[in-house]
Structure formats: C-alpha cells, structure tokens
C-alpha cells in the first residue's frame, strides 16, 4: 500500500460510531485501504494484530481465548476473516465490558466471516463498508462528500475535467497502490492482484477446479458491466454450467468487486426477482479484465458508455457508503423500452438519474422522468454527463457534470 493517506469520508463518523458500538467491522475488498483507514483514526492508543501473518493466524485458531487476552481491548484485528473461531470469544469479551469501541476488525467480505459476525456480535458490532477511494477523496476534499441527490442548484467542488482526463481515471482505477503507475506497471498490479485474489479469497470459499476458467469468467464478467446480469450468456462463453456461474458471481459479490443494481417494480417482490445490472466497484480492474490497454482504446471502444456508467454508479455508491449509508437505489425500464438508468429512493421521493458520455446534453435525454412520475412522487432529477457546467433541462431536472457529484 502507497504511503500516501487518503482524507477518507468515512474518517469522520468512524469515531462516533464507535462510542455508541462494541465492536466495528470494516468490510471491502481487498487493498482499498481499510487498514490505512482504522490505522489512522485510532491513533496509538489501539493495539494491532494481523492474521495475515501466520504465528498470530494460527495463534487465534488455536487458542482464541489466549489470543483475545494477549491482544486485550482496545485492539484494531486485521483479516479477520481467517480466524472466525474468534467471533464466539470477542462476543464473550465484550459482553464482559461496558466499554464502547473495544474491538475494530477489518475484513473482506465472505460467507463465513458475516455468517460469524451475525451469529455471534449481532447488536454489537457496527458493519462499515468501504470501497477504493471516491473522486473526491482522491481530490483531498473526503470531507465535503456527501450522499449523492440530484438538486436544481448542484454544488460545484471539483474541477471538471474533459473526456479524455476522465477516461484515463477511469482507466486508471481507484486502488490506492495502481494510482499514478504507468501502463506496465497497472498490467502487473492488476494481474497480481486477481492472483492474490484467487489464492486467498477464491480457494478459501469455493472449489475452482479449473482456475483458467474462472479467470476467463472475471473477463467475461467485466466485459458485461453495465449490463443485466445473464448466467447462462456468461457460462455459454466460459463454457461452464450456468448453476457454477451464479455460484462463481456469488464469490465476486461477497468480495466486493461487484454491485448489483434492482430495477424498479411497483411491487416489492418483483424488485427481488426481475433481472438485476451488473456494475464493477473499480472499473480500472473491470477495464484490465476486459482486456482495454490503454484509456484512449476505452474512450473509443464499444464498451465506453458502459464504463462511463460504471464510473457514475461507483462513485453515487461510495458517497453513501463512505458517509456510513446504505443506499436505495434502483433502475427503471417499462415494457415499452422507455429506461431510467439510476433512481435514488429517498423520504417518499424517487430521485431519477441518466448517464450520458456526451458533453452536449439535451432535454430529451430525461424524457423518461416525465413517464415515471405516473408510478411514483419524484423529487429533482439529474443527467450525469460531460458537461463542463451544470445546465438546466426543466424546471427540476439539470445535467451536471460526473465532476459535480
């Protein structure tokens, strides 16, 4: 991980949260910077354990009592997923205790460390999620980011920047370690860290067998962000079996390298069940997967709308996230092909946003709010595009450039 400390939105809540919870859980994918994160909010106060290495891994398989005294309160975990035997013992610990903030871990996400987590610390731990550095904290400006809703006069915080700059940061990725590397050195990053990914993460939650296979399934997955989730497209092009393709997804969802956006239903339960999108939360690891050299190959390609989109999501979803929120979001398309491609569901109101690569935006490119307003109340919409300044498209609704988020 760079040196460089990142001014991370979430730096500012972590603390309250804390007082008011036993324990914190700090979830993402890997090297996103969770550790960089809790490492610098706690100070030096805060004892640091990682079962990364592996005399303290086994040390808390083994004896997770002993480890838990050796490592008394406050202590800040690392990779806690490797060791779930813990979770009974920390709930013992810190039941034990009146103490607030006893326990910070981190980890990436998988089955048995939330399975742990829920069965053993439910109403005790807080569950943060953090994803690769956002554009604003990037900027140096983590602190005026705040959740993302479309408003008839956007704040401007950001320089904007043209199609080409964007595209190569799109290009370029969010992982603190690939920023500012050139293109050699973002290949050898990228394909370390799949590796890494499928030695630590992959083999621990499913049996690959065929390792070339999957592989090809990330490329196939990333070839398709922005796109409805299709397994039996995506197994008929790694040739596998669409049950092992929801399966192998399933792994990318638990390790945060995937969301999933609903579409919008009148009906509850068909938000649940109707075909979902498919969004990468780094589209520098999506693009490299993709098999897209160079950013100005991506800017040109057929799959720039994608990416763009992509870029857009990532971004709205951080500015939740990293401000300790869990957001509502959906996308809209009627039988008639009319589609809407983000709604932000917020106090009763549906927020509706498009996503456009162009920098001329017109009015007919929100002609979709006007319908969807027949199915629920709408508050301000927004077209994310280009655009090097905010301009109004009706008297609620104005395309704003991805720099104005």
Known sequence: MRDTYFNRTLAARIPRISERFKAL??????????TTLLKHVAGKG?????????????????????????????????????????????????DAS??????????????????GVTESLAGRVAILDLLAPSIYERSGAGEFQTPFLPSATPPKRLRAKNAAETFKIIWQGAFPEALGMDAFDRRL???????????RDVRKLINVGNEIAFV??????????????????MARNVGIAPSTAKSWFSVLQASGLVFLLRPYFKNITKRLTKT??????????????????????LESGIGAGAFFETFV??????SYRHNAENPDLYFFRDEKGHEIDLLLSRD????????????????????????????????????????????????SDTAISVWDL
Not at 189 to 199: A, C, G, I, N, Q
Not at 279 to 286: I, N
């Open 46 to 94: 805060r004892k640091y354990v990682s079962l990364d290495n592996v005399p303290d891994l086994l040390f808390a398989k083994q004896d997770p009592k002993g480890f838990l005294a050796t490592y008394s309160p406050p202590v800040l975990i690392d990779e806690i997923q490797y060791a779930p035997e813990l979770f009974p013992h920390i709930k013992v610990m810190v």
């Open 98 to 115: 009146d103490g607030r903030g006893l326990v910070w871990m981190t980890g990436s996400q998988q089955y048995d460390m939330m399975k």
């Open 216 to 233: 090809t399934f990330l490329k196939v997955a990333a070839a398709r962000t922005g796109q409805e989730l299709n397994y039996d497209d």
């Open 348 to 395: 009763g109101k549906y927020f509706p946003v498009e996503i456009k690569k162009h920098a001329t935006p017109v009015r007919d490119d929100v002609a979709a709010f006007k319908l969807f307003g027949k199915h629920e109340a709408l508050g301000a919409g927004a077209e994310i595009c280009l655009t090097t300044a905010p301009q109004p498209l009706s008297a």
């Open 189 to 199: 990053f990228y394909d370390s860290y799949v590796r890494t990914y499928l030695e």
């Open 276 to 297: 979902p999108k498919l969004y990468w939360t780094d589209t520098g690891l999506a693009a490299h997967l993709a098999g897209w050299t160079t950013p100005e190959a």
């Open 25 to 34: 859980l700090l979830t993402g994918p890997r090297q996103v910077g969770k």
């Open 313 to 318: 999501i990532s971004e709205v979803l951080k």
